[in-house]
């Protein structure tokens, strides 16, 4: 006799991100994107005019005005903060959005203001970004947020319209992938580094259609300020964010800022972020290990940061390639780029370095520089360009007396903004020129028109500084 077939379904763990997506999902249909709550929606100069029209348009109010934060630091330039920008379209992009903050009511911190700088380095700082939170901003490197726990991520324009007028964003779930990093990092190797080293294993797509979380004892020994530069990266692996469990490393970073829960709250709140973290038996769709002890102080040679390669090592040969049809980019790109395949990257002159944009410009990017350089002095013929990544940072270099120690080591010390991460204000790299940037992205054009983009750590950029060309900082140390 058959025995009836039983299916007995057995709980499943959850991952962090499944755990804050579900906890925020609104409402569900089958077939179609869930509906999103959002606890914080960053917003600046570039993404928000139109969505600010569109409500205007449609007769609504910005329906939680506590719950959005605005800065300018796209357009603002980095010299003479308090005379009126030069640049026509910049200046129009900065007087719109403090007129539809003034409009609409929502709190702005705009040039002049101190709490003023680039939107993500200025969350963490202020303790406006918290575990547990769903983030948006209409700027890709929103993930940045992702490294205290919480899901945040790039939104388009029409999306920011969305959650000005509701505090929600239609999305599917994306898959998620877990990323393990163990073992001890080399002298020399920074946060940097290893983002840059696992982009350029798995490409600058392999992300696509996933979510990470970046877990192991390689990452769990880095600062805040190390996981928000891994963090800011996911983007350019192609994946929609990335994110790491909040432990005491982020609770001390987190106490006694400015809107950082206080008292009795800090208690409660901190015993709560404590359980954020996956089930044990949780399922990714996708798991990648790697080890801190391949890493090396990492350089990109081509035109999208998947093409990077250790410092000591040479570019890549045509032959080198296992997908052909990755040839003809390839090609392209070594040839914008002013490169040959095969040549080692160390010795290649630089004519700009850039320290700073959302990637690197805190206050430990700065020390680390700071400490190397001391006592130093550059390239003579090489420009080199410090910016703050906030006003708070720029304050605080001020305090330490990093400012003079730049300046000593003939760098520019400038003031808080975006600057020359992109071409869209007036630090831009000249067409033709080298810049080994601390910066996210070095595609065509990124740094100004025919600008060349080298990614790399704060500290290779320091070594490219002083020696006017690609450098092993190892041999610096």
Known sequence: ???????????????????????????????????????????????????????????????????T???????????????????????????????????????????????????HVIGPELGITQPNQTIVCGDS?????????????????????QVLATQCVLQYKP?????????????????????????????????????????????????????????????EMGARGGLIAPDQTTFDYMKGRLFAPKGAEWEKA????????SDSDAVFDSVLTFRAEDIEPMITYGTNPGMGV??????????????????????KSLQYMGFEEGTPMMGKKVDYVFIGSCTNSRIEDLRTVADFVKGKK??????????????????QAKEEGLDKIFTDAGFEFRESGCSACLGMNEDKIPAGKYCVST??????GRQGQGARTLLASPLTAAAASLRGVVSDIREML
């Not at 200046?91 to 700088?117: D, I, M, S, W």
């Not at 190797?189 to 877990?215: C, H, M, N, P, R």
């Not at 550059?378 to 304050?395: L, T």
Request: with cysteine; aromatic share 8%.
């Open 141 to 161: 490197h929103t993930s940045t947020h992702g490294a205290f726990g919480t899901i945040a991520f790039g939104i388009g324009t029409s999306q920011v319209e």
């Open 310 to 331: 250790g410092i000591s090592q040479k570019i890549p040969k045509t032959t080198d390639l296992q997908d052909l049809s990755e040839v003809p980019s390839f090609q």
């Open 1 to 67: 006799m058959l025995q009836p077939k039983i299916n007995i379904l057995i709980p499943m763990g959850q991952t962090l991100f499944d755990k804050i997506w579900e906890s925020h999902v609104v409402t569900r249909q089958e077939g179609f994107p869930d509906v999103l709550y959002i606890d914080t929606h960053f917003i600046h100069e570039v993404t928000s005019p139109q969505a600010f029209a569109g409500l205007r348009k449609r007769n609504l109010p910005v329906l939680r005005t506590k719950q």
């Open 439 to 444: 910066s996210n992205r070095n595609f065509e």
């Open 378 to 395: 550059k390239a003579s013929d090489v420009e080199v360009w410090v910016i703050p990544g906030s006003k708070q940072v720029e304050k």
């Open 69 to 119: 934060v605005a800065t300018a630091d796209h357009n603002v330039p980095t010299v003479d903060q308090h005379l009126p920008i030069k640049d026509e379209l910049s200046r129009l992009q900065v007087a719109t959005l403090e007129k539809n903050c003034k409009e609409f009511g929502v709190e702005l911190y705009g040039l002049g203001h101190p709490f003023q700088g680039i939107v």
């Open 270 to 277: 901190v015993q709560h972020w404590q359980s954020l973290k």
């Open 175 to 235: 898959k998620t992938m877990k990323i393990e990093i163990n073992g001890k990092l080399g002298k020399g190797v920074l946060a940097k580094d290893i983002i840059l080293y696992v982009i350029s294993q798995i490409s600058a797509s392999g992300g696509t259609g996933y979510f990470v979380e970046y877990a192991g004892e390689t990452i769990r020994n880095l600062s805040m300020e190390g996981r928000m530069t891994i963090c800011n990266m996911s983007i």
